[in-house]
């Protein structure tokens, strides 16, 4: 017997997955034009040469959207509709591209250290944005997407985004090219900002009831306070996070596998465009696939298998004979990534009750931030200081112990009492 609650999510699912996917598919255009991995170091390299400062860019941005999760998980908790929250919070992440376009626009004018400092502050405005959306988004999603079919549109539409990401990836190509900097990186950025805006407006058309049933306390409480009862609580979701926080270890070595193909394989420019395309595009099948087949047969199954695919990725990269032994190793990170963030997510959201799930969306994210930020600094630490080989070996063993966590201790949330 369904509730009136789930009648008005079954009644609109059709039009809040359209919406939803078109929300993602278009932010995925806009990360094409103004991508953390390529399209802003590169306009960070423009402006300086240290390597530090270029590596703190993609390190802002998921360092910023999981910190502020869990503060603002009971705020999020007591809420009976998350729309209004998600739509003015994620304007913070998606108005600074507009930001960085008239930075460019001011570069040959400001100088490069004021640049620096206004695109770092930026970057530091647009990671926290995120981060400040992404709880009360989660739950949105959580909630309008019955939980038989989460881990499918969560999938699916991460899929688009990559799809969206690679397609537009090769337009910002051919901006840089044909503009004159900083005018190929202004045109980058203002199209990065209309394609979010656009993707805005498909977010706003989401229909999400308010949840009259929903049980909230007179109390309002911290968030830390609900945390601690959490982890005091529930020992499953405690080895959840262990692997979660082990995860970013045992995948430090992904970020050198391009770096270790050049210097060891004299990898040619054609080769790292394959190698690139190769990565996106079992990012963009695993996404499908795996979140697909974890509603069939069980997410914990594909966070498994995802651990299975970092440590045979490892394993390769520690024993290439040549650059061919990259493709696999390409493939199996891809699927490693899609565990790791896509399906971690819609594991996430199995775990407590509807009241308790901003927590643990929060805890997910949150404790798992350290871990992302200092991994790479210690694999790079380690690449320097002896070699590539130990980090692709303690990558290895670390994988072990995260299989061993996922496979003996952590069990399916869903057969879990709540």
């Not at 970057?123 to 038989?148: C, E, H, R, V, Y």
């Not at 009831?209 to 007179?218: L, N, Q, S």
């Not at 968030?223 to 970013?248: E, M, P, V, Y």
Request: charged share 10%; aromatic share 14%; hydrophobic share 55%.
């Amino acid at each position: 017997m369904l509730t009136n609650l789930e009648k008005e999510i079954r009644k609109n699912l059709k039009h809040n997955i359209a919406v939803n996917l078109g929300d993602g598919s278009f932010f995925g255009v806009a990360l094409g034009f103004a991508s953390f991995s390529t399209i802003l170091p590169l306009f960070v390299a423009s402006m300086t040469d240290s390597a530090l400062l270029i590596g703190l860019v993609p390190a802002i941005h998921s360092v910023g959207w999981q910190l502020p999760q869990l503060f603002t998980a009971s705020h999020v908790s007591r809420l009976r509709q998350y729309k209004r929250n998600v739509l003015m919070m994620t304007i913070h992440e998606r108005a600074p591209f507009f930001g960085f376009a008239i930075v460019a626009l001011l570069l040959p004018t400001i100088g490069f250290t004021a640049s620096l400092w206004l695109t770092f502050l930026l970057l530091s405005w647009q990671g926290l944005g995120g981060g400040f959306t992404a709880n009360s988004w989660t739950s949105m999603i959580s909630k309008i997407i019955p939980a038989d079919s989460r881990g499918t549109f969560f999938g699916l539409q991460a899929g688009l985004a990559n799809l969206f990401i690679s397609i537009a990836a090769v337009g910002a190509g051919y901006l840089l090219d044909y503009f004159a900097s900083p005018l190929d990186f202004a045109a980058c950025f203002f199209l990065a900002g209309f394609f979010f805006t656009v993707s805005w407006f498909f977010l706003a058309n989401t229909r999400e009831p308010i949840d009259k049933e929903k049980i909230i306390p007179e109390e309002k409480t911290h968030f830390w306070d609900d945390s601690k009862k959490i982890l005091k609580r529930d020992k499953n979701f405690n080895w959840f996070l262990t692997a979660r926080f082990l995860s970013q270890f045992a995948t430090m070595g992904f970020s050198f596998y391009i770096i270790y193909a050049l210097r060891e394989f004299n990898m040619s420019d054609v080769v790292a465009g394959y190698l690139t395309a190769t990565l996106t595009i079992s990012q963009t099948i695993a996404n499908i696939g795996m979140g697909w087949l974890g509603d069939k047969i069980g997410h914990r199954l594909m966070l498994i298998i995802g651990a299975i695919a970092a440590l045979l990725s490892a394993v390769l990269a520690w024993n290439a004979q040549s650059i061919n032994w990259f493709y696999p190793i390409f493939i199996l990170a891809g699927m490693a990534n899609v565990s790791i963030w896509t399906i971690g997510m819609a594991v996430a959201v199995q775990f407590g009750t509807e009241h308790e799930r901003p927590i643990y969306i929060g805890l997910a994210q949150t404790l798992t931030a350290p871990a992302t930020i200092i991994a790479p600094i210690i694999g790079g630490w380690i690449a320097d200081s002896v070699g590539f080989i130990p980090t692709f070996s303690i990558s290895t063993a670390l994988s072990v112990v995260m299989l061993f966590i996922l496979v003996f201790l952590v069990k399916d949330p869903r057969h879990q009492p709540k």
